[in-house]
Structures are given as C-alpha cells and as structure tokens.
C-alpha cells in the first residue's frame, strides 16, 4: 500500500496536467462543503460552486501561463503587479455580475445570487491568485534546483575527465625523461644502476597510487621532488649547483599531486640543455596557513629555448591548465625568462 501511494505521489509530482487537476477537484470540494447552505448538498450547490470556481479559473490561468512566464519571470515586476492587481479587481467584479444579473439569462430554472459582499470576493480571488503563484513558483524553484544539480554533475564530470587527461599528459612524460637517466646509466655500466631503478620505483609508486587521488600532502610532495633529485644526479655534471630550501608550517597541508614536479622537469630539460658543466637550480617551497608558494630557477642552456616551445603541448601550459581546473582564482603562476635564467613563481591558496 505504501508503495502504490509513493508511485501515485511520484507521478503527480511529474505530471503538470494531474497536479492542475488535483489542485481544481480539492478546491471544488472545499467550495462546495463551504458554500452548501445545508448539510444535505443539492444540485444548485453543484452547480453554484462549479460556475464560481470557473470566474476563479481564469483569472489564475492567465496568471500562471501569461503573466509569471512573461513579466514575472523576465524582472518586469512593476508591470506584473499592475496586471494581477487588475485582474484581482476586474474578475471579482465580473463574479458579482454573473450571479447577480448575468446568470439568469444563461440558465432561467434557477435562482442565484451572489453570496458574497465585493470585499469578500477580493479576498476569495487574492487567496487562489496568491496560492497558485506560490505553488508555480515553488515548482519552478524545485526544477530550477534540480537543473543546477545536473549541472552541477556533469561541470564536474567534465572537470574530472580534463584533470585525467592531462594527468595522463604528465605521467608519460615523466616516465620517458627518467627512463632516459636509466638508459644512459645502462649505456655507461654505471655501479649506480640498481641504486637508479630502486629510486625511479619509488617514484613510479608515488605516480601510480598518488597522482590518482584528489590532493596529497605536501610532505609527500616533498619526498617526491627529493627522490626526483637523487634520480637526476646520476646524469648532470658533479660541480652542478642543485639547491632544494623547504620552510613549511604543517606538512599535512593538501595539494593537487603533481604539480610541482614536472616544473622541476623542465628545469632539468632547459638548464642542463648544452651546458651540463656550470648548470644550476633552485628550489624552495614555504607554506603558512592555507598558502602554499614555490619557487625555482634554473640557468638557460646554451641550446636551451622557451620551455614552452619546446615541452611537447605537456609542460607548462598543461600545468596552467591543471591550475585553472583545480584553483580557479586562488593561484598566481608567474614565469621571468632572460638570456641567463629562467624562473617560475607558483602560489596557491589550498581550502581552508
């Protein structure tokens, strides 16, 4: 029983034609008793109510599908009121007129009058005219609500399979640079090769298990950028100047993966670029409450050119992008390039 009356309220609740309906024959019914002169009802009640609630009907549907939809809901609010307050009027006129002149001419066998005082009348139009505006207004709320969720949904939906596909961006990239550090160690039968690999599978753990979720703690970051520094020391120069300063508060601070390391890959790519010998890099990362800011600078190889140019459509403008998916407006990601050096500024605001 519970079941078949949530499936009647389901259908109601979907169908406009079945709520009008439901609304007219329940307040048929409210008249009717309230308009009885006895406790036995009579067909001239019938018919009395039946005629009253049609001077009701029009003045309510040319409100619900004239005038919300075309003065209301489009902000003309001075002429919506002139125009309901003139219905008001004009129709509670026409009411009293009907039943006090106008109905004997279209049906002689009875006798009507109208049974109401034109203030009572008012107050009769004002409550069904005030009542279906609320419940018109109430659907379309609820429909708007449900539309924004939909929205909503697929905004995201949409947000997640962008942040995949450039994730899915980075992590070829990043794997085809540190198979590269592998595949020169292996050419030379360098003794640090199994130091190498056990280095490149704790960050290939990191990728696989870490860069999926939503953020990672900034200390996670951290030891990723480390182990990412180790890996590389076995193909740049020893008199290479690699600087990594960290000042952060609260290393459980939550940051998107991925962020900050392919802006230390490209300083690899374009420092180390034809002047492996006097190449540098500078590293710091600070965080205070919610900010978090890292900075790097590299040298410019001798052959080296604009990172953008040259990262494949993967470094620097995916990274703009992931920013602008993630922190829309809580981000500044500044670049200052010269003939000497390259440096890139990143500050996020992360949600308090």
Do not use: C
């Not at 018109?136 to 449900?146: A, I, M, N, Q």
């Not at 070829?172 to 199994?194: D, I, Q």
């Not at 996670?220 to 990412?228: A, G, R, V």
């Not at 998107?256 to 500078?282: C, Q, V, W």
């Amino acid at each position: 029983m519970k079941i078949n009356v949530m499936k009647w309220l389901s259908v109601l609740l979907r169908n406009t034609l079945l709520q009008h309906l439901a609304f007219w024959v329940l307040g048929y019914y409210i008249l009717l008793h309230l308009f009885a002169g006895s406790d036995t009802l009579q067909t001239i009640d019938y018919i009395y109510t039946g005629i009253f609630l049609g001077t009701l009907f029009i003045p309510v549907a040319i409100n619900l599908f004239v005038l919300i939809p075309r003065l209301l809901n489009t902000g003309r609010y001075s002429a919506y009121g002139i125009m309901i307050l003139s219905g008001l009027f004009v129709f509670s006129f026409f009411n009293q007129l009907l039943f006090d002149r106008l109905i004997d001419f279209i049906l002689p066998g009875y006798y009507f009058i109208s049974y109401y005082s034109y203030g009572d009348l008012l107050k009769f139009f004002a409550t069904f005219l005030i009542l279906t505006t609320l419940l018109k207004l109430s659907k379309e709320w609820f429909e708007l609500s449900k539309t924004r969720e939909k929205i909503t949904l697929l905004e995201k939906e949409k947000l997640d399979a962008e942040l995949k596909a450039l994730m899915n961006q980075v992590n070829p990239h990043f794997l085809f640079n540190s198979l590269n550090v592998l595949y020169s160690l292996a050419m030379k039968k360098e003794t640090e090769t199994p130091d190498a690999i056990i280095r490149l599978s704790d960050i290939l753990r990191y990728v696989i298990y870490e860069s999926n979720k939503e953020t990672v703690t900034l200390n996670s970051e951290i030891e990723l950028l480390n182990n990412y520094l180790k890996l590389q020391q076995y193909r740049i120069d020893a008199s290479a100047k690699i600087e990594f300063k960290t000042d952060v508060t609260d290393g459980n601070t939550r940051i998107a993966p991925m962020l900050l390391l392919p802006l230390l890959e490209n300083s690899y790519k374009h420092g180390i670029m034809g002047d492996t010998a006097e190449t540098f890099i500078r590293l710091k990362l600070t965080q205070q409450l919610n900010r978090v800011n890292f900075t790097i600078e590299n040298n410019r190889g001798i052959s080296s050119e604009m990172p953008e140019k040259n990262s494949g459509g993967v470094g620097l403008e995916n990274i703009r992008n992931r920013l602008e998916l993630i922190y829309p407006d809580n981000y500044t990601f500044d670049l200052k390039d010269n003939d000497l050096t390259f440096k890139v500024e990143l500050t996020i605001n992360t949600p308090v």
